[in-house]
């Protein structure tokens, strides 16, 4: 099983500890993600990003200017199976797309609007740092505290 499929796991068996319904893995072409209904009745989907140390890795393609919606459905979960228990950093979608993309120009800013190595490179690195406000917020899910 690969790290991604471990994470989803962990993620799905989270979900489903805390009474999510309907719970269904769907993919679009490469891309997994996670389907439920919560018990505050309304449905989410999930993408989870899995790491066992250092930064979760993404590509700056997720990256969009975009303002906050305290209502997303969507949202990606942060796993780090690194550490026992498990630690969850649950993120609306239109927060992460936006924070991909200010961190990504900033990082732009710093080397005169250019990659350090690669203009061609749309690898990005997300630290718990930029997620650690996330933690375990799983009432954002419609989970109960």
């Not at 993620?11 to 505050?40: C, H, M, W, Y």
Request: proline share 2%.
């Amino acid at each position: 099983m690969t790290t991604a499929e471990l994470g989803q796991l962990m993620v799905l068996q989270k979900l489903t500890s805390l009474g999510a319904r309907n719970v269904i893995v769907q993919k679009e072409g490469n891309r997994s993600f996670i389907t439920f209904d919560a018990p505050n009745g309304k449905g989410y989907k999930v993408t989870t990003r899995t790491k066992t140390s250092g930064t979760w890795q993404t590509t700056t393609n997720y990256g969009a200017s975009c303002t906050f919606n305290k209502d997303d459905n969507e949202f990606w979960v942060f796993v780090d199976i690194g550490q026992k228990p498990n630690i969850f950093y649950v993120t609306p979608l239109s927060w992460i797309n936006n924070d991909i993309y200010q961190a990504h120009m900033d990082y732009l800013t710093k080397h005169g609007g250019h990659r350090a190595e690669n203009d061609e490179s749309t690898h990005h690195a997300i630290s718990i740092k930029r997620v650690a406000s996330w933690k375990d917020a799983w009432d954002k899910l419609g989970f109960s505290d």
